[in-house]
T-cell receptor, first 115, second 111 residues
Framework: NAGVMQNPRHLVRRRGQEARLRCSPMKGHSHVYWYRQLPEEGLKFMVYLQKENIIDESGMPKERFSAEFPKEGPSILRIQQVVRGDSAAYFC?????????????FGEGSRLTVL | QKEVEQNSGPLSVPEGAIASLNCTYSDRGSQSFFWYRQYSGKSPELIMFIYSNGDKEDGRFTAQLNKASQYVSLLIRDSQPSDSATYLCAVLSGGSYIPTFGRGTSLIVHP
């Protein structure tokens, strides 16, 4: 499958635990975007990364959230000390270059539930 | 703050009818406009994009753009039950690499 791969698809955490979400972009793509989607809401931009660089993190909460896209391996969105409000679907998307065409290819999402 | 507004719906149309989905945006510098379809529990997928004022047709889908009115729409002709999904409008400002999404409009096509 050459598409965007996200795992885990579903993750359950208790308040205070850490959540790690992984995203492998489409083959040949070097740019990764993370979006969050709450029920009945649209996609909210979080962070845009290239390999080893964070290009734009203006949508990331200042605390507890971090993202990386190392030279080798998937991009990781990390949420420390999760709270119930973090429960959402987290979508990763990739593009070949910077998405100045706006076309993003999305993964199936990781659905985080915080108990 | 760049905003993209959509009526959340649901919009309900009978099979075979034309479904009209609308989107307005706040940033006059917006240059590229996209419609994504998202089935329940699935990922968004791009179905149409438009850059210039006017209409763009692709099969049963037509995107319409009016930059003066800051308005973009998606028409689906001969609607099918399989078109039932949430349609997300996305807007890209000039010089930006980050599309801004609306909250989506839920479309229900009933037999």
């Amino acid at each position: 499958n050459a598409g965007v791969m996200q795992n885990p698809r579903h993750l359950v955490r208790r308040r205070g635990q850490e959540a790690r979400l992984r995203c492998s972009p489409m083959k040949g793509h070097s740019h990764v975007y993370w979006y969050r989607q709450l029920p009945e809401e649209g996609l909210k931009f979080m962070v845009y990364l290239q390999k080893e660089n964070i290009i734009d993190e203006s949508g990331m909460p200042k605390e507890r959230f971090s993202a990386e896209f190392p030279k080798e391996g998937p991009s990781i969105l990390r949420i420390q000390q999760v709270v119930r409000g973090d429960s959402a679907a987290y979508f990763c998307a990739s593009s070949q270059g910077g998405s100045n065409t706006g076309e993003l290819f999305f993964g199936e999402g990781s659905r985080l539930t915080v108990l | 703050q760049k905003e993209v507004e959509q009526n959340s719906g649901p919009l309900s149309v009978p099979e075979g009818a034309i479904a009209s989905l609308n989107c307005t945006y706040s940033d006059r510098g917006s240059q590229s406009f996209f419609w994504y379809r998202q089935y329940s529990g699935k990922s968004p997928e791009l179905i149409m994009f438009i850059y210039s004022n006017g209409d763009k047709e692709d099969g049963r889908f037509t995107a319409q753009l009016n930059k003066a009115s800051q308005y973009v729409s998606l028409l689906i002709r001969d609607s099918q039950p399989s078109d039932s999904a949430t349609y997300l409008c996305a807007v890209l400002s000039g010089g930006s690499y980050i599309p801004t999404f609306g909250r989506g409009t839920s479309l229900i096509v009933h037999p």
